[in-house]
């Protein structure tokens, strides 16, 4: 079998909803289970419905109410045909009628507990959900709508519960699989869950990637596809690169390393359920369903021939607004302890660093944001002689084909010096997956793109 998640702007009107059912059916024979979002934005509106009455605003909650009724009320209409819709339309009143009474609870305790701004919340989805099964049985495909909460079994943290995958896997056993077994697509929310108990959770924003892997994950899926709006992981933004490929497949450990650089298609938390059991995640367009997307996979087979492992490099990424730091003090040289002394530093501060570079008196890293930097500077100036330099970038070449390839150093370097960028920091982990270098902010498309035009469309090729 295989997962099948359909995220916001997938399913974000009729016209997106018949798409999603033209996907599904084409993947029919693999047996899917169909997760899916709220419609685009309606996750955000019940929130605010949810402040509103909150702050004693009704009217602006009963607005928002308002449009949200009316939105999936009209594209159910667009959808479905005669009694279907009315039976979907009536269901969808009586859930509207659920939130009033929600707002009217708020507004006579005034007050909004988590527990229930996740009520409000899980309407999101119960709402798509309902009208998307509706449109895949009037679409004559097999389908049954299947409650989350039913399965997704949660703790009490409510708004970032976190899921029990022990009973998880023992609902999924029982609620899912037999409706699989007999032919039959389940259609089910992401996102919602439940306690023991029966009351709602939510599992945190953006959770419906994080329900599809688990599910996919306890019921053993051969293959998660993560249904979304872009076309996949990218060997550059494409803003910046026009010319910037899809890529194909990569390792788990290169797509969190490009998460860092804002690749915003997934976040590889999310899927780890999945890739923790070998599953793969392939990310795909709802729009453009006949690319193949990015297979994201446990580990790539060094011995695998180059379309299972992709190409050597698979994205030069970058990350502007970094601030370098650097420390020197002649008491580091042959002293122990200073890198301890630095570093705690930072935890005291509660401040990620990032890239890090030693040399035997001084010692360079770097941050993201300028939070508690005057804090963080005034005691680095007590272990040694403290600079900061603004308006600098990150650039990381990303790729595990690099442990086995001599010489790419060589020509990341070259390329930079041809396009005339100066490296002010280099630093390359043990796991060599990626090379990282700071650079001067005001060079770092020039950067990306001479790196880019070295790696993908020279016209040689580098597999090995
Ligand atoms: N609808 C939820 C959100 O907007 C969950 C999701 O879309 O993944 O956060
Ligand atoms: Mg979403």
């Not at 996740?118 to 959900?129: A, I, K, M, Q, V």
């Not at 029982?174 to 992401?190: C, D, W």
């Not at 992981?233 to 788990?252: G, R």
């Amino acid at each position: 079998m295989i997962v099948m998640k359909f995220g916001g702007t997938s399913v974000e009107d009729a016209t997106a909803i018949r798409r999603v059912i033209d996907i599904v059916r084409r993947e029919r024979y693999r047996r899917p289970l169909v997760v899916v979002s709220a419609c685009a934005g309606v996750t955000n509106s019940l929130i605010k419905i949810a402040h509103a009455v909150r702050d004693g605003d009704q009217r602006l909650s009963l607005e928002v109410l308002e449009t949200l009724r009316s939105r999936h009320c009209q594209t159910a209409s667009d959808l479905l045909a005669g009694s279907g819709r009315d039976r979907v339309v009536n269901l969808l009143e009586g859930m509207f009628q659920e939130v009033r009474n929600l707002v009217r609870g708020v507004q006579l305790l005034g007050e909004l507990t988590n527990r229930s701004l996740d009520t409000f919340s899980s309407y999101g989805e119960r709402l798509s959900s309902l009208i998307i099964h509706a449109a895949m049985v009037e679409q004559n495909l097999p389908s049954q709508l299947v409650d989350a909460r039913e399965v997704m079994v949660t703790d009490r943290s409510y708004s970032a519960a976190q899921p029990i995958i022990g009973k998880i896997a023992e609902r999924a056993t029982k609620v899912f699989a037999p409706v699989i077994n007999a032919e039959i697509i389940p259609v089910t929310q992401g996102f919602i869950g439940a306690v023991d108990d029966g009351s709602t959770t939510t599992i945190g924003r953006g959770g419906s990637d994080l329900s599809a892997a688990i599910f996919g994950s306890v019921l053993g899926a051969e293959e998660i596809q993560i249904w979304t709006d872009v076309d996949g992981m990218m060997s550059a933004d494409p803003h910046i690169i026009p010319e910037a490929k899809l890529i194909n497949i990569m390792s788990f450990d290169e797509a969190s390393e490009l998460a860092y650089f804002g690749a915003k298609v997934l976040h590889p938390r999310t899927i780890l359920p999945a890739i923790e059991k070998k599953i793969p995640v392939r990310v795909l367009n709802s729009r453009r369903p006949k690319l193949n997307g990015t297979l994201i996979v446990h580990t790539l087979a060094e011995s695998a021939s180059p379309n299972l492992k992709g190409e050597v490099i698979k994205s030069i990424a970058f990350k502007k607004g970094i601030t370098v730091i650097n420390i020197s003090s002649s008491r580091m040289l042959m002293a122990h302890g200073f890198l301890a002394k630095l570093f705690s530093i930072f935890a005291d501060h509660e401040k990620s660093v990032d890239v890090v570079a030693t040399s035997e008196v001084s010692v360079s890293l770097t941050i993201d944001n300028e939070e508690n930097l005057s804090d963080i500077i005034r005691d680095m100036e007590k272990i040694g002689e403290t600079r900061v330099q603004q308006g600098k970038a990150i650039v990381c070449v990303v790729g595990e084909g690099m442990k086995h390839t001599p010489g790419i150093g060589a020509r990341i370097f070259s390329a930079l010096g041809k396009a005339h960028v100066n490296i002010e920091m280099v630093s390359e982990g043990a796991s060599e997956i990626n090379l990282t270098l700071v650079i001067d902010e005001q060079v770092v498309h020039n950067a990306v793109k001479a790196l880019h035009d070295e790696f993908f469309n020279s016209n040689q090729t580098h597999q090995d």
